[in-house]
């Protein structure tokens, strides 16, 4: 019988008795460093992930911005004016043999807090109306679709700096109303 206790281990002081209290405490060390691991790689899995989609939705799109032409209408960099709006709405007649009744109030726009061109605008008031009656009279009922603002626009803009006034210059012209009724 002896030698079968031998061989089941079961010698009170034998080596096979000490392994399991040895084992217990040497694979705790081991066993946390692995779930330390698991952890820190899980991290760094979730933060590349986070760097990387958002460089694709564009959070981050520093390296993409100078293949992107940008504009003063994307960057919001447009300068901020003042406007004139005491022109008041004029009303005319397209030059057409129907012609077409046009009603228009328009707004110019200066450089913001510039006084000097705030007074030679209110100064020339009279002629301004009176160029914008003229300006619309010559037009047709063509000239004076959606599609042509800009242009019309523009013509205001080059002629009152050109022609009307003499110290300052305006940046803009809007129209608050431009109504062209064929009747």
Same mark, same amino acid.
Request: charge should be negative; proline fraction near 2%; aromatic fraction near 4%.
């Given at each position: 019988m002896?030698d079968e206790?031998e061989?089941?281990g079961?010698d009170?002081g034998g080596?096979?008795?000490a392994?399991?209290?040895?084992?217990?405490k040497?694979?705790?060390?081991? *066993? !946390?460093l692995?779930w330390?691991a698991?952890g820190?790689a899980?991290?760094i899995?979730? $933060?590349t &992930? /986070?760097?990387?989609?958002m460089?694709v939705?564009?959070g981050?799109?520093t390296?993409?911005s100078?293949?992107?032409p940008?504009?003063?209408?994307y960057?919001?960099?447009k300068?901020?004016?003042?406007?004139?709006?005491?022109? *008041? !709405?004029i009303?005319?007649h397209?030059?057409?043999?129907?012609?077409?009744?046009?009603? $228009?109030d &328009? /707004?110019?726009?200066y450089?913001?807090e510039?006084?000097a061109t705030?007074?030679?605008?209110?100064?020339?008031?009279?002629?301004?109306k009176?160029?914008?009656?003229?300006?619309f009279?010559?037009?047709?009922k063509?000239?004076?679709?959606p599609n042509?603002?800009?242009?019309?626009?523009?013509?205001?803009?080059?002629?009152?700096?050109?022609?009307?006034?003499?110290?300052?210059?305006?940046?803009?012209?809007r129209f608050m109303?431009?109504?062209?009724?064929?009747?």
């Open positions: 002896a206790d061989g089941l079961l009170e080596d096979a008795g392994a399991p209290a040895k084992g217990g040497g694979l705790l060390i081991p *066993g !946390l692995k330390v698991i820190l899980a991290i899995l979730i $933060v &992930v /986070v760097v990387i989609t460089k939705v564009g981050n799109n390296g993409t100078a293949a992107i940008m504009t003063e209408e960057t919001g960099a300068e901020v004016l003042d406007w004139y709006t005491s022109l *008041g !709405l009303q005319t397209t030059m057409e043999a129907n012609p077409t009744s046009v009603r $228009v &328009v /707004v110019l726009g450089k913001k510039d006084k705030s007074t030679e605008i209110t100064q020339r008031t009279v002629e301004l009176d160029f914008l009656r003229r300006y009279t010559q037009k047709t063509k000239e004076l679709e042509n603002e800009e242009n019309l626009k523009i013509e205001i803009r080059n002629y009152i700096n050109d022609s009307i006034l003499s110290s300052s210059k305006i940046k803009e012209v109303q431009l109504d062209a009724i064929q009747q």
